[in-house]
Nanobody, 125 residues
Framework: QVQLVESGGGLVQAGGSLRLSCAAS????????MGWFRQAPGKEREFVAA????????YYADSVKGRFTISRDNAKNMVFLQMNSLKAEDTARYYC??????????????????WGQGTQVTVSS
């Protein structure tokens, strides 16, 4: 069992930045691919970014490529999402997810084993 707790959401103006954090409870954190998803009101949860065990491979949705950066600190059991040049359409609840696999590319919700409760990001235009 892995518990995930997100933090760092808030209200920001368009063009601004936020850094989301996700703390994982599992000591074998490095055995998990980590992902970020988001869900806006009335929409399905969508993939944002993922990172492999070492942080050497990252993957992004086209909508955030070049603006968002995913990273991880295995020593602290943490994964981060740096969000720059935020747009109103980035407004959503952001979820951290864990997939028991050290490698691979996973962008579907049903591929992930554990989820956090989410943190709200609101971008005002």
């Amino acid at each position: 069992q892995v518990q995930l707790v997100e933090s760092g959401g808030g209200l920001v103006q368009a063009g601004g930045s936020l850094r989301l954090s996700c703390a994982a409870s599992r000591r074998t954190f490095s055995m998990y691919v980590m992902g970020w998803f988001r869900q806006a009101p009335g929409k399905e949860r969508e993939f944002v970014a993922a990172i492999n065990w070492s942080g050497g491979s990252t993957y992004y949705a086209d909508s955030v490529k070049g603006r968002f950066t995913i990273s991880r600190d295995n020593a602290k059991n943490m994964v981060f999402l740096q969000m720059n040049s935020l747009k109103a359409e980035d407004t959503a609840r952001y979820y951290c997810a864990a997939k028991f696999s050290s490698t691979g590319y996973y962008s579907r919700r049903d591929e992930y084993d554990y989820w956090g409760q989410g943190t709200q990001v609101t971008v005002s235009s």
